[in-house]
């Protein structure tokens, strides 16, 4: 059963260029499937999210979380009488701004960024699906529907609110002076549903993922909240489980226990709003798609143990430096030879007339990279950090040496 607040694809705001509309597919539908054939969402298979991509084929990348925040999404979605299409669009590019090597390099490059107005992860991503990418003869971009848009521009709240005024990152200030994307307000529940699933995949799969390398224990990950239970549950139902079944069905309870709480949280609080529409979704003021404050409380407990015991354990840390190296070296080379970049562009750099506009190019070109790439790319011109440790000091250019949009 539809919801009221569901978002309709025949009630949509439309794309930027008019088009003709399918006769097979909904706009949105259209939307999800020029995202998944994007350049972008491919190179999201070799960027990684914790560890370095060489680490081991094992670990998550942008690509297996990216598939992952869908499925989530969708369940809860379907649960809730949301538009599946609209919800998995915004599930499957959330990240396709992100660089190489995780908010590890995103830091760096905000940080290089600074003078020309900053880097951030969301404002890229819609930089990329609305001029980066250029596959199609009529427009630039993938020429989303504004809600997808919208979506990936607000889907962990309102971008421009009283504390922010107008300072946004210039990447979603250029589109949002074109195309209003009601930065004030809050986000279809459909995106919201793609919020929450973010959060959902990645603090199971972080769990998962810590454990396989070593990083914390089985009895310790056994007394966090949330944890505590489901493996009390598996434990009472399966005595004596080997160690990987025994991890792998607490690990899904914990799913479970996330998924389940989102959809009975926000089911009580879209009844108890009395809301009718899409539109009463972005101006009620609140979020609609919520944790319990119980289970967003245990969450917290699971976080702070990951971030102490993971994203600052001591092997994350050496990768996280040398990444910043990376980073740190391939932006300043670049700024003062952008005769590098590939040949495809120089037209671009030709047309940059300002320090500013190569700034954003160059950073454009860095946040491009996978991981292996950017490796190869600062061993190739700065001699390193391949060829001193751990790093590869040459790897395949997924990007075939070719500019993100076109490529």
Known sequence: MTARIA?????????????EESAHRSCFQRDRDRIIHSSAFRRLKHKTQVFVAHEGDYFRTRLSHSIEVAQVARTIAG???LNGELTEAVALAHDLGHTPFGHTGEDALHRLMAPYGGFDHNAQAIRIVTRMERHYAEFDGLNLTWETLEGLAKHNGPVRTAASGDDLPYALAEYDACHDLELHTHASAEAQVAALADDIAYNNHDLHDGLRAGLFTEEEVAELPILSECYGE????????DPYRRRHEALRRVFGVMVGDVIDTSRTIIAEAGLGSSADVRHLGR??????QTLWRDLQGVRKFLFTRMYRAPMVMVQRAQATNVVDGLFPFYMSAPEHLPRRWQADVEAADTTT????????????????????????????????????????????????HGS
């Open 7 to 19: 978002a309709h694809p025949g009630q949509s705001r439309g794309r930027l260029a008019p088009e």
């Open 79 to 81: 649960a809730l009488g």
């Open 287 to 292: 979020p609609v798609i919520q944790f319990s």
């Open 234 to 241: 598996v434990d009472r139902l399966y005595p004596g489980l």
């Open 357 to 404: 506009a190569l700034a954003r190019l160059v950073s454009d070109y860095i946040a491009g990279m996978t991981d292996r790439y950017a490796l190869a790319q600062h061993a190739k011109h700065l001699g390193g950090p391949g060829g001193a440790g751990s790093w590869p000091s040459h790897a395949p250019d997924p990007q075939s040496g070719e500019k993100t």
